[in-house]
């Protein structure tokens, strides 16, 4: 069993030296290389992210604008309708009064009630 184990281990460490040798051999950028491109990346990205950030809340920005001003203007609508509509009942209101048998404010002419 020791012999088996010791194999294994003497494979597995050849196997991962010819592994590292082989990525040395094979990178197209050296350590130093990679690592200051991959910093260059990075600070890239991190700027494209804050410019996209900034869109974005621009884009908030003027849709709560635009939410605002229809809201206003939705509400001055709603007043003027119902405006309108009381104009019109107060005036129905005062058309039936009219046509009533009697005026109001006039002595004795109040319609008759039966008990």
Not at 12 to 20: C, D, N, Q, V
Not at 35 to 50: C, D, N, P, T, Y
């Amino acid at each position: 069993m020791a012999v088996m184990s010791r194999d294994f281990w003497m494979g597995f460490l050849l196997g991962a030296a010819g592994g590292f040798v082989a990525a040395l051999l094979t990178a197209p950028e050296s350590g130093e290389r990679t690592r200051q491109s991959l910093m260059e990346r990075s600070i890239e990205l991190k700027g494209r992210a804050g410019e996209i950030g900034g869109q974005a809340q621009r884009m908030a920005g003027g849709i709560g604008q635009k939410a605002a001003e229809t809201i206003e203007q939705e509400r001055a609508r709603a007043a003027q309708t119902l405006q309108q509509e009381k104009d019109r009942i107060q005036g129905a209101i005062s058309e039936a009064a009219s046509k009533m048998p009697w005026q109001a404010g006039e002595a004795g002419t109040q319609p008759r009630t039966t008990a």
